[in-house]
């Protein structure tokens, strides 16, 4: 993702709900099953409306291990109950 993409709504959306969303996807150790870009519709009450946030697969490496976590990266849109 380049620095200066834009992230739609992921800054209005709280850590917890994107944690949650997180822990539905498949485990980042089966990586070879699945796509490396997955999304989640999720409910957000402080925006009051549903957002699909887009995660992706990246590995850290510390020394010689590595690590494979889902990351956040975009969060758009899809429904809007204020209107």
Do not use: F
Not at 3 to 31: K, M
Not at 44 to 56: A, D, E, F, N
């Amino acid at each position: 993702m380049a620095p200066t993409a834009h992230n739609g709504y992921l800054v209005h959306v709280p850590g917890q709900i994107i944690s949650a969303g997180s822990e539905t996807l498949p485990p980042p150790d089966e990586r070879e099953n699945v796509k490396p870009e997955q999304t989640v519709d999720v409910d957000v009450p402080v925006l009051g409306s549903k957002v699909r946030i887009t995660y992706m697969l990246r590995k850290y490496r510390h020394y010689k291990s590595h690590y494979w976590s889902w990351v956040a990266l975009r969060a758009d849109l899809i429904e809007d109950r204020n209107n």
